[in-house]
């Protein structure tokens, strides 16, 4: 901690002299470079790939016909993605509400299990979850995926569903309940809207987080088939002899980016709420 | 005013009056039952999630670290303490913890240095502060896996850019192996994880520094407080618990890296960077032993558990002071 004070004030004291743009500015191309290259690298002409002068869409062509073929992973990554998503949603959704509004034996039990998730390390239960996937039949299956990468969503999205609903008040509800709705209508007609910001923010986090994962596939999926698009295009590197195609790789790097960057762009938002919270704080 | 559970299987288009009258009669005792079992209800695909997913796996991983356990003939029966002694005896062990131990020290430093300096860089009223928060934080919506990948590429002899730019800066002299070496392997690594994570964490800064009300810098400015005096005195414990935040989860994720070096080194060059949870990994897929993959899963958790402990108790007495 002494060390990092000591750094930081020497950093402060330097940042008083130089120019703010030029400190901000440079940092920001340091930010912007490994982007703008690849995405560069992908269309240009390089030896030992698709696209071996010039510049054009050689690369993705490889990336298109790749073992099952782009179409195939993009496909498995939608469908993981999706069901993660839809998953996190749905439990948190009913959760939130249950532990917002209801009390219940197991309550606290229940919740601080919830929490607990992220206090234990991802390795660990995936050598368990690989055994007993094989035992429910979901071994090398895009369900089981699904399923395992939800349950890693759970604390921040139980957490994150919780707090939105404690900050509706109470008369929306009960005024609801008044009217004749049972809690399940109070929840679907009146609850759902006020809710709607923070499942926008838990949706947002379960997709980067489906979209992205790496080590789960690997470990919960065996067919290549099946694979969603990070382990694909990490496969693809070991591809044709021992001889490397960082041009397909790139290309890859470039379909798994953008959709992330765009939903960054559009729901920046949503995804600050989500710091904002405290949920990270679990 | 509550409707009993069974209710809302019954003919939904009772006439909200008549709905009235009926939950009236009903006792208060019976009001609150029912509003329990509700709540059982809603709760119960998060109980169902956490005891199939996540406490079920755990009892499982405890009784795979004390039995037989091949990748493919399954559970043969207990033999324990075994694999807890073949993890510990394994020469790749202590390379690995050790190994994993550096890699943390020296990412934890450098992340949470240059993350406190970018929010304080957009966290000042400039025009264009807007624009460098969301460039600096645009690495981290990419998934680790897709940055590494992106790194590969990067860091590559043949089409890398990095070599070329740094002789012609006239930095170096010879084209750099950014991965041939176990040094910079390492340092390769720590760079990747910094562009990826440092405005992860300068956004968790960011919002405590906002937490910080602006009177109090008005007063230590009108005071005549320097930048310098401000930044030790005020901005920085006060910004306490954010920072305890930021070092906690940047230690954890550090302590389970895995993605970064199982696709830029694979654990190479000569197994030098080895972390912790790939030697789970190789356990039990490539040695096909998940028995010791547990044991050391555990020991992973146990000292996860601890430092975890620890932390919060250090957070607590910050919290006192």
């Known amino acids: 901690m002494s060390i990092m004070r000591g750094d930081t004030t020497v950093l402060t004291r330097a940042l008083g002299r130089t120019p703010y743009y030029v400190v901000a500015g440079g940092l920001a191309v340091i930010f912007l470079f490994p982007l703008v290259w690849n995405a560069w690298a992908s269309v240009s002409g390089q030896p030992g790939t698709a696209q071996e002068s010039g510049h054009g869409l050689g690369n993705y062509r490889t990336l298109l016909d790749y073992d099952a073929g782009l179409w195939r992973y993009l496909l498995n990554s939608t469908v993981v993605s999706a069901l993660t998503v839809a998953l996190t949603l749905g439990v948190s959704l009913l959760g939130g509400y249950a532990f917002a509004r209801f009390d219940f034996p197991g309550k606290n039990l229940l919740f601080l299990l919830t929490l607990a998730i992220l206090m234990v390390p991802y390795a660990t239960l995936l050598i368990p979850l690989y055994v007993l996937l094989g035992r429910l039949h979901l071994q090398n299956s895009l369900v089981g995926l699904s399923l395992v990468l939800a349950m890693f969503q759970l604390p921040f999205a139980t957490f994150m569903m919780r707090i939105s609903f404690e900050a509706v008040p109470r008369e929306l509800e009960e005024s609801a309940l008044v009217d004749g709705c049972g809690t399940a209508g109070a929840l679907r007609r009146v609850l759902l809207p006020a809710v709607r910001p923070g499942l926008i923010t838990v949706g947002l986090f379960a997709f980067l987080a489906a979209w992205n994962d790496f080590i789960a596939p690997l470990i919960l999926i065996s067919d290549s088939e099946k694979a969603p698009l990070p382990l694909a295009v990490a496969n693809l590197r070991q591809q044709s002899m021992g001889a490397v195609d960082y041009g397909a790789t790139e290309a890859g790097v470039v379909v798994l980016a953008v959709p992330c960057l765009l939903l960054f762009l559009l729901l920046q938002r949503h995804y600050v709420r989500g710091f904002m919270s405290g949920a990270l704080k679990g | 005013m509550q409707v009993k559970a069974a209710d809302r299987t019954a003919p939904t288009h009772r006439s909200p009056p008549e709905r009235r009258t009926r939950s009236r009669r009903r006792t208060p005792a019976r009001r609150w039952t029912s509003r329990k079992a509700q709540g059982l209800a809603y709760a119960a695909p998060t109980a169902v999630f956490v005891t199939v997913f996540f406490v079920l796996p755990l009892l499982l991983v405890g009784q795979m670290s004390l039995s037989d356990w091949p990748l493919l003939a399954g559970d043969r029966g207990v033999n324990a303490p075994k694999n807890y002694t073949d993890a510990a005896d394994s020469t790749l062990f202590w390379p690995a913890v050790r190994f994993t131990l550096l890699y943390t020290v020296i990412?934890?430093?450098?992340?949470?240095?240059?993350?406190?300096?970018?929010?304080?860089?957009?966290?000042?009223?400039?025009?264009?502060?807007?624009?460098?928060?969301?460039?600096?934080?645009?690495?981290?919506?990419?998934?680790?896996?897709?940055?590494?990948?992106?790194?590969?590429?990067?860091?590559?002899?043949?089409?890398?850019?990095?070599?070329?730019?740094l002789e012609s800066l006239g930095l170096v002299d010879d084209p750099v192996s950014f991965l041939g070496t176990s040094t910079s392997a390492l340092l390769s690594t720590v760079f990747l994880i910094v562009w990826k994570f440092a405005g992860f964490y300068m956004l968790i800064l960011l919002v405590g520094l906002q937490r910080i009300p602006h009177e109090v810098f008005e007063a230590a400015r009108m005071d005549g407080a320097s930048r310098g005096q401000i930044f030790r005195s005020i901005t920085l414990p006060l910004l306490r618990p954010s920072?305890?935040?930021?070092?906690?989860?940047?230690?954890?994720?550090?302590?389970?890296?895995?993605?970064q070096f199982f696709i830029l080194t694979k654990g190479g060059p000569d197994n030098s960077t080895v972390t912790v949870v790939q030697l789970i990994y190789r356990e039990a897929f490539q040695r096909l032993d998940l028995g010791t993959a547990a044991a050391l899963s555990i020991i992973v958790l146990a000292v996860l558990l601890l430092l975890n402990a620890l932390q919060f108790r250090g957070l607590r007495r910050a919290d006192e002071s």
């Open chain 2, 107 to 165: 990412v934890t430093v450098v992340l949470l240095a240059l993350a406190l300096l970018l929010a304080l860089l957009v966290q000042e009223f400039r025009p264009g502060a807007g624009f460098f928060r969301t460039v600096y934080f645009l690495p981290s919506a990419l998934g680790l896996a897709s940055a590494s990948l992106l790194f590969w590429g990067l860091y590559s002899p043949t089409t890398g850019p990095l070599s070329s730019i």
């Open chain 2, 243 to 259: 920072l305890a935040l930021c070092l906690l989860l940047c230690v954890t994720g550090s302590l389970l890296a895995f993605d």
